[in-house]
């Protein structure tokens, strides 16, 4: 192979590699950015994923380089290739960003040359298949910082040195794009089951089945600047209906009409403002009928009116799970809308039943979806959903064994949730409904453009949980999620009447009140007894959840923190409207605003910035009662609490008794009307 060289040639603005029986295709994809697609098929499949239409471009492609190879520039970006196929990406400074990782005889000049026969694009045949596909690259600094690539319950802010399945689980999303400390954006643009491995010699991305390889690559000078390349690219979120700012009420789960009912009519009495109230799972009388229960759910028209007499939007929770038993499973199957098995039993969740999910890569099974909820609840008034088991899950995840009308799921199910999104999106938007959101379980990269409210699933009640989530939040901002919260309190193991959980709750809301989305949830202890024997009502239910369930001290310190959310909304229009129009996190780490601050990009410092002008320091550990707080360098902080001012670049100590959560006014912003 020594001295072999690959061809070159440009094809409507892009380049292409061609050696053997592989083709490498680099084209300009949005403005400073580069699309990067191999394949060793006879094409590429017209699948765009998580990218939007390919825009205009005065990218220059070079096929006569003096030192051989060729090479493509767009903007802030340039990608080389050597004589044989090797690949380079540099910033407009010559700064190398990214460079395979390549270990073969290919080559006796290049420094690369080594008898490992390691290929940097490895296509591994699947016998009668496709390909087992691994891209690897080389770690060009053991102090380059990793940040985004979606919703991990672990508690690594800085994923450098992580390994990551590139798979959606309850409470894990996988949105694999990443923002480095080194000046670049990527995307893995592929939906495939695989992992990630962020080493400190090799980075390593893997699809387990696939036809090719494809990312997205873009260069900028502040993170900032990154999101927003990435934003153009795949979509930014609509803007926030005004009914999505204030405080959301939820529990696991109000059985009838009444008790939702009784629960707004209890807040409507403390003078307490709720904007969105949630009717959770099984209220249906069977999975996959998408509609109330008569016997619970008597009247849903003049529920939906009362509550919209109270101020607040009612939400349902729905499932993409069609049981067996449910008048519309044979109708589903005859016309192919369910996913399948490779072998075993036509099976994929079994919760209250046997069930298998629609098949949301259909879109016929998507318009057959969306003309149920628009007969059964949007017809009723109701224009918000909460799309639950959106990863999806499945009792057993053997991701192998399903298979959608797009393919194995092994190929493209990380795709589901973000067409999940669609189903509902491209339905309320065909009504004529704008500043679309629903509430989903999971994400991929693109979920953002349909209006997905992500929310971290469910997570333990715990203060290592908690920690948890303050990583995965700000991850999934970066992973280009704008808009996510978590379950205020946790889901699963918080005891009503214990006082170490009523301190982890109040902890909690304090960090949902500088949330893109403040919303109390959860399937707290002790369980309710069943309600009946038909329907959903044999299906289990938590205790009370709402801010008076706890006890006096507790109602008090949250009432006060529901009051903040309501006089921030001013605020919060103004940094949802940056979501919108920009793609920004509402929530991001300290660099993201202070790129040129080293401390700033601290991954340990367990603070973050909700919008431009707050900076906010949760508490995370039981018991704390103080914490040290770095104020970012070349402004003026003001304590919310106390009015004292600080120059920034300095560490400060701050009290933090259990009703008062740290955070500092940058200029003294007003950000409470």
């Known amino acids: 192979m020594t001295g072999n060289r690959s061809v070159f040639y440009e094809r409507e603005g892009a380049l292409v590699c061609f050696f053997d029986n592989e083709t490498v295709m680099v084209e300009p994809w949005g403005d400073d950015s580069l699309r990067i697609r191999a394949t060793k098929e006879n094409g590429f499949t017209p699948y765009d994923w998580a990218l939007l239409g390919k825009k205009p471009s005065t990218a220059v492609v070079d096929l006569n380089p003096a030192e051989g ?39 006796l000049k290049s420094s690369n040359c080594s008898a490992l026969e390691i290929e940097a694009r490895e296509f591994k045949p699947i016998i009668g298949g496709d390909y087992t596909l691994s891209a690897r690259f080389e770690s060009i600094s053991e102090d380059e910082k990793i940040f985004g690539m979606g919703q991990y319950q672990q508690p690594y802010l800085n994923l450098k040195g992580t390994e990551l399945e590139l798979a959606h689980r309850n409470s894990q999303a996988s949105v694999p794009f990443y923002v480095s400390s080194l000046g670049y954006g990527f995307l893995w643009n592929n939906p495939a089951v695989g ?54 009420q939820s529990k696991q789960r109000y059985r009838t009409q009444e008790e939702l009912l009784e629960t707004a009519r209890g807040y409507k009495k403390r003078g307490v403002p709720v904007s969105v109230i949630i009717c959770d799972f099984f209220h249906w009388p069977m999975q996959g009928e998408w509609r109330f229960d008569p016997v ?12 919209n007499e109270m101020g607040m939007e009612l939400m349902v929770s729905i499932w993409p799970t069609v049981d067996y038993r449910s008048r519309n499973f044979e109708e589903m199957l005859k016309n192919g809308y369910l996913i399948r098995v490779e072998k075993g039993f036509r099976l994929s969740m079994v919760y209250m039943g046997n069930t298998l999910h ?24 109701i224009k918000a959903f909460w799309l639950d088991e959106a990863e999806p899950e499945y009792a057993v995840y053997d991701f192998e064994n399903y298979r959608y009308y797009l393919g194995p799921n092994v190929q493209i199910g990380n795709i589901f949730p973000t067409m999940y999104s669609k ?23 693109g979920s953002q453009r349909y209006g997905a409210l992500v929310w971290s699933g469910d997570i333990h009640s715990s203060f290592s949980s908690l920690r948890n989530q303050f990583a995965a939040g ?62 959903g009502a044999p299906c289990v239910s938590g205790a009370d959840n709402e801010i008076w369930s706890f006890g006096e001290k507790v109602e008090k310190i949250l009432t006060g923190y529901i009051r903040m959310r309501e006089s921030m909304k001013p605020y919060l229009r103004e940094i949802m409207a940056q979501a919108h129009e920009k793609g920004t996190p509402l929530m991001r780490p300290l660099f993201y605003d202070f790129p040129e601050d080293a401390r700033a990009w601290d991954e340990h410092l367990e603070e973050y910035m909700f919008g431009p002008d707050v900076l906010v320091a949760p508490v995370m550990y039981e018991g704390m009662v103080k914490r040290g707080v770095y104020l970012p360098e070349g402004c003026t902080w003001t304590n919310y609490w106390t009015k004292e001012e600080f120059e ?24 409470f009307c």
């Not at 190879?69 to 990608?79: D, R, V």
């Not at 919260?485 to 109040?506: A, M, N, Q, W």
Request: aromatic residues 14%; proline residues 5%; contains cysteine.
């Open 195 to 248: 992992r990630a491995v962020f080493g400190k010699n090799v980075t390593t991305f893997e699809a387990f089945s696939t036809k090719q390889l494809d990312y997205w690559i873009t260069a900028g000078d502040t993170p900032a600047e990154i999101e927003e390349r990435y934003a153009s690219v795949t979509g930014t979120v609509p803007m926030m209906p005004d009914y999505g700012l204030g405080f959301w």
């Open 648 to 671: 920034g670049g300095t560490v400060v100590e701050v009290d933090a008794p259990l009703d008062q959560i740290p955070f500092f006014l940058k200029n003294n912003k007003e950000i």
């Open 69 to 107: 190879g060729a090479s493509i520039a767009n903007g802030k970006i340039k990608a080389v290739f050597d004589r044989t196929g090797f690949l380079q990406v540099f910033n407009r400074n010559g700064k190398l960003l990214l460079k395979e990782y390549s270990r073969n005889r290919l080559d």
């Open 423 to 445: 189903t509902f999106y491209d339905g309320m938007a065909g009504e004529g409904q704008e500043n679309i959101v629903n509430l989903v379980r999971s994400a991929w990269a």
């Open 474 to 535: 700000l991850n999934m901002g970066l992973a280009g999620i704008p808009w996510w919260t978590s379950d205020i309190g946790g889901f699963l193991g918080g005891e009503v009447d214990d006082p170490s959980f009523h301190e982890l709750l109040v902890r909690w809301f304090e960090f949902g009140l500088f949330c893109p989305v403040m919303r109390l949830h959860g399937e707290r202890e002790p369980h309710k007894p069943q309600l009946g024997t038909t329907g």
């Open 358 to 381: 629609y098949d949301a890569t259909n879109p016929e099974a998507r318009g057959y979806l969306w003309s149920k909820i628009r007969e059964n609840y949007y017809d009723k008034g």
């Open 296 to 307: 619970y759910w008597p009247d849903p028209v003049a529920m939906v009116k009362e509550l």
